[in-house]
């Protein structure tokens, strides 16, 4: 059987999925058995063609942009018609890093199901969802994804975005659910399969750059609602906006800071990146420009 890892990426992101890939081949025991893919934004013309048009995401029409750090999202349903609907896949965001053995999750029994995925843990206001952040896909039973067909729905009014990320258009009994050391949401620990850094404001190669995202906003309240929100805090009074808010901040943990620069540093010592490149995305703000220094720290 075909295996192989596909990770997202546009040119914010790039540099972490080749530090994703290095981390899947560094720490499987059959590193030849996958082979691996950076899924670039670039490389797809039909997200480039709907720049500046609007499209459905949950009650509201956004404007499509290339801007956005998650730009790549839409081509994480485009591995099984690359595969020619055969094999398996997985596929990763750029900032999931794999600390376990990704072999065993190709090679693991699916009871049947089309596709396989964590559960994304409830936050304030948001329910817990499926996240296709990490996915292992049967791509013979996958062949009703067509990601350029589905991105067109989506301007269309036809699909909408959120829907089709959280995996809510998959029949529930198509859908198997892994367990959640396998899409480990900013937490590391020996049970760990695959980190991933999903809290953006904290990625450990951002410190400190300024924020290339888009904020989410939170749904409007209603009048009543406003109101309420008003005594709570006192009426009348203001909360102005923290500086702090519009750059990177340290990642709370700092052995998933380590953890990174740790394989990028192995990387700068086989060749697989160069010290030229590193800065050059430093300089594009791509990446922390203490970058090299904290790799040189690791190498002393």
Not at 114 to 121: I, K, Q, S, T, V
Request: aromatic share 12%; net charge positive; proline share 6%.
């Amino acid at each position: 059987m075909q295996y192989k890892l596909f990770i997202q990426s546009n040119d914010e992101q790039y540099l972490g999925a080749l530090v994703a890939g290095y981390a899947a081949k560094r720490n499987s025991r059959q590193p030849d058995a996958f082979d691996v893919q950076v899924m670039h934004f670039k490389d797809y013309p039909w997200l480039h063609n709907r720049i500046g048009q609007k499209f459905l995401r949950g009650l509201e029409h956004r404007v499509w942009t290339d801007a956005d750090l998650q730009s790549f999202t839409p081509v994480r349903f485009t591995p099984p018609k690359d595969m020619g609907y055969q094999g398996r896949a997985i596929v990763i965001d750029p900032d999931c890093f794999a600390v376990g053995d990704i072999m065993e999750l190709f090679t693991r029994d699916m009871k049947g199901a089309a596709l396989m995925c964590c559960m994304r843990p409830a936050l304030k206001e948001m329910p817990p969802y499926r996240a296709s952040s990490v996915m292992l896909l049967e791509n013979a039973k996958l062949t009703h994804w067509d990601a350029e067909r589905t991105f067109g729905e989506l301007f269309e009014f036809k699909k909408d975005y959120l829907k089709w990320i959280k995996l809510e258009y998959e029949a529930d009994s198509t859908v198997g659910i892994l367990e959640p050391e396998w899409n480990d949401f900013d937490h590391l620990t020996p049970a760990t399969k695959i980190l991933h850094t999903t809290y953006r404001r904290t990625q450990p190669w951002k410190t400190g750059l300024p924020i290339d995202f888009s904020i989410r906003e939170k749904p409007k309240k209603s009048f009543a609602g406003n109101i309420v929100k008003a005594i709570k805090r006192g009426i009348g009074a203001s909360r102005p906006r923290a500086v702090k808010d519009g750059f990177y901040q340290p990642h709370p943990d700092p052995n998933q800071e380590r953890l990174f620069f740790g394989l990028l540093n192995e990387m700068l010592d086989k060749g697989i990146v160069d010290v030229a490149m590193v800065e050059r995305e430093m300089a594009l703000n791509h990446v922390r420009h203490d970058a090299l220094d904290l790799c040189r720290k690791l190498a002393a």
